[in-house]
């Protein structure tokens, strides 16, 4: 999966927790969340509001629910609860686990 399409996957299932996301989705997905931040925060101190960070903010609250759907699908790739998602440590283990290659009870891989 290419940066474009994954972008385009985790928007298109902005609010969706079933299904799968493949690594490569999952990864390209937090590099364009870094981009953006970097970005929002670049417009921040241009702007020079202070202790308020209005661009940061809005992206965060606009990326708050494809964030948490995207790493509940990534643990339903590798075969285990979207639940997982919710503990940062056992999270992240999850995110560098090896896809399922055959149908789980989550569905087929997408890759």
Known sequence: MTFIESISSVFDKYATGAGRASRSEYWWWTLFVFIASFGAGILDGLIGSGDTSIF???LSLALFLPNICVAIRR???S?????WAICPIVSLVMMF????PNENEYGMPED
């Open 56 to 58: 940061s903010g809005i």
């Open 97 to 100: 686990l090896p896809s399922d």
């Open 75 to 77: 643990c339903h790739d």
């Open 79 to 83: 075969g285990h609860s979207g639940w």
